[in-house]
Nanobody
């Protein structure tokens, strides 16, 4: 069982930066691939980034967002720079213990409650 708690969301102007953090419980954190997804109102949840022994970023955030993890602290972070209006969404941290595409939400076993990111003009 893994419990995930996100933090760091908020209101920021376009072009600004935010850093999201996800704190995980459990002693097997390093065995999980971790991902960030987001969901805007009226839209499906979409992949943002994932990290295991390799990182992946969605095309829409490549060059602006960076995922990282600290296994000693059981945390995964998402540094978000050059934020755009279309980045506004609830951001979710997720843990994947098995096989399955890293970019598919159904591949992930555990989810946090989400943190709101709002980008204003």
């Amino acid at each position: 069982q893994v419990q995930l708690v996100e933090s760091g969301g908020g209101l920021v102007k376009a072009g600004g930066s935010l850093r999201l953090s996800c704190s995980a419980s459990g002693r097997t954190f390093s065995s999980y691939a971790m991902g960030w997804f987001r969901q805007a109102p009226g839209k499906e949840r979409e992949f943002v980034a994932s990290i295991s022994w390799i990182t992946y970023h969605a095309d829409s955030v490549t060059g602006r967002f960076t995922i990282s993890r600290d296994n000693a602290k059981n945390t995964v972070n998402l540094q978000m720079d050059s934020l755009k209006l279309e980045d506004t969404a609830v951001y979710y941290c997720a843990a994947k213990g098995g096989v399955g595409p890293y970019y598919t939400a159904t591949s992930y076993d555990y989810w946090g409650q989400g943190t709101q990111v709002t980008v204003s003009s």
